[in-house]
């Protein structure tokens, strides 16, 4: 969602001599997201040497008064996001034996 920080750790990634492209993905959407990841895979024969979990969102609110969908959306953005991201790269990981996962 902060397209503008993205876009300055890419330009630092680059100043390195490394390669970085910049993805924008509904991470609360999780049948959307591993449509997008095939997608993905599919127009960008790419090596993934790292995959870094960052993404995640709050509704802060007092127990009894947070929503079903506020809390179903951040289940989706935090939790289930993180996971259909690690499973999906993990495979083209172990197949290419390289790759790190963190997640934050």
Do not use: C, W
């Not at 397209?3 to 993905?25: C, D, M, P, R, S």
């Not at 690690?86 to 934050?104: A, L, T, Y």
């Amino acid at each position: 969602s902060n397209q503008n920080g993205a876009t300055e750790v890419q330009n630092e990634i680059k100043k390195t001599g490394g390669k970085a492209l910049l993805f924008h993905y509904d991470l609360s959407n999780p049948e959307k997201l591993e449509n997008d990841l095939d997608e993905f895979v599919a127009a960008n024969e790419l090596k993934i040497d790292i995959l870094v979990n960052n993404a995640g969102i709050t509704k802060d609110n007092l127990f009894p008064l947070i929503s079903f969908e506020d809390f179903d959306q951040v289940l989706k953005t935090n939790l289930y996001a993180p996971y259909i991201l690690m499973k999906f790269f993990s495979k083209k990981m172990i197949r290419e034996r390289n790759g790190q996962i963190i997640n934050i």
